[in-house]
């Protein structure tokens, strides 16, 4: 049997000396994909045929403004036409054995490992994260794709037999538990049918590859929608088809529509032939979805992931060291663009002056400007509309608060660059509830832990949280009282980001998510399968 092993590409050529090597082979394929890939024009996907709509996106790279290339605008027509593709598509695929299934998903994992650094560039560039960003975001991408193979190898498909023995007495009126012939039966997971994936901009690869492939290797089809306004991936979601379609998956199981979701997106929710929806992205948008599927009569599943206002505790007992280097990565990282990022800090009032002071010398460190340079730690903002919603954190805070450090633009004509904005509020300040997706981090002080859990608990979403104590009797009461999915404590990498497939499950709680079943865990592919019990006798 396959044995699972996370790609920890970095980490794998750091240890052995060779982190040189990681960097110029980053830098060799982002000169590539500029010299090869970018300002070209591309079609949809569907039943494995390109199709133009009569309208287009251009898609632009938030790095510096340069055409990343032209995309089609599915309309609603199109968006069915994928649909009816993958309903028709799934007699097949459903009925595939679970093992071919595996071998192909297996094949795309070698395929992205082969490509990484070619897949990375293309990330990099499109929005606007790190090298070391996207090279680890592509070796989740893999992670997810051999995780979730040995999840369905290991539970044989998800199929057992078990049977009832014949009784030597016989009735002709039966009741509940009634003697009778031997019942041979099979319990099995069965897929839904169709499922439209519908992806986020922060994370394009790894979480677009692990909704794909848990809907698709658990013998689904899907409809797959990348991020296609405003906050743009479109580029990333091709080569995601491109490689699936190299590793075997048949046409029409996994199709590629660009476009709105005002369109695709609605499409997708309200048509009939569609079983079930997975999404990453706002709360909002995720309730506005369920609601409007469930009032049309729909009996849709959905696997959801809705955000986070992710809470760190800091206790008098706790290596300030430590908490000041895993808040600042948790808060800036990828310019606060991460649903698992720190977002509001509780720090004991005793140690508040000396923790601040590290931060800031940690955030002080911190460079800013175009992220496919490796000396750069925060790149841009993916939009306009992430700016405004800056501009107007910036000037909340200064009205309602103390703002610490921050709140500047630093460049705004290629590309949108801002300063970390580290502040200090009361925790009754809207700023600490609502989720800005910002590099904006707010801090508040409490005398006692209760307060403090009180305080990060009181809050509509339950995604990632942190704690920073060296007291065993505050990290076991924090531990029982803590709501939130994914936890961590005493973490110096970061506070609240970096959940590792087979791992750390990647769970929301309260308004994050839905099920209360996470990503890069044994329960994942459950979701998107509905059991039967099939009992022949004879």
Known sequence: MFVFRNESTFKRLSESG????????????????????????????????????????????????????????????????????????????????????????????????????????????????????SIGEVDEAIDFLNYYSVELERNKGYARKTKLTESKVHVKAAFQGAPGRAEKVTIAMKPYGVFGVIAPFNFPISISVGMSSGALITGNTVVFKPSSTDNMTMMTGLEIYRIFAEAGVPPGVFNYVTGPGSEVGDELVMSGEVSGIVFTGSRSTGLSMIAKSFSAGMQKSFVVEMGGKN??????????????????????????????????????????????????????????????????????????????????????????????????????????????????????????HRELFLPFLLVDTYKKLPEAIEKANDSEYGLTAGMYSMKKSEIRDYAKAVQSGVVYINRETSATTGAIVGLHTFVGWKGSGLTGKGTGSKFYLQQFMREQSLSIVG
């Not at 070698?110 to 990330?123: M, P, T």
């Not at 990565?329 to 508040?352: I, M, P």
């Not at 909340?396 to 921050?406: D, N, Q």
């Open 18 to 133: 060779r982190e040189q090597e990681f960097d110029r082979l980053f830098d060799e394929a982002v000169d590539s994909v500029k010299r090869n890939i970018l300002g070209k024009r591309h079609p949809l996907y569907i039943n494995g045929k390109d199709v133009y709509s009569g309208e287009e996106i251009s898609e632009y790279s938030p790095i510096d403004g340069i055409l990343i290339g032209k995309f089609q605008k599915a309309s609603r027509e199109q968006a069915s036409a994928a649909i009816k593709a993958a309903s028709e598509a799934f007699a097949s695929w459903s009925q595939t054995d679970y093992r071919d299934r595996i071998s192909i998903f297996r094949k795309a994992a070698e395929l992205f490992s082969k490509n990484k650094f070619r897949v990375a560039a293309i990330l990099s560039i499109e929005n606007g994260k790190t090298r070391y960003e």
């Open 311 to 432: 809470a760190v505790i800091v206790s008098k007992n706790a290596d300030l060291d430590a908490a000041a280097s895993g808040i600042v990565s948790a808060a800036y990282g990828y310019c606060g663009q991460k649903c698992s990022a720190a977002s509001r800090v509780y720090v004991q009032e005793t140690v508040k002056e000396e923790l601040v002071s590290k931060m800031l010398d940690n955030i002080r460190a911190l460079k800013i400007g175009d992220p496919l340079k490796k000396e750069n730690y925060l790149g841009p903002l993916i939009s306009q509309s992430a700016l405004k919603r800056y501009v107007q954190c910036v000037d909340e805070i200064s009205k309602t608060g103390r703002l610490i450090y921050g709140g500047n633009i630093v460049r705004s004509q290629s590309g949108i660059y801002v300063e970390p904005v580290l502040a200090e509020a009361d925790h009754s300040n809207p700023l600490f």
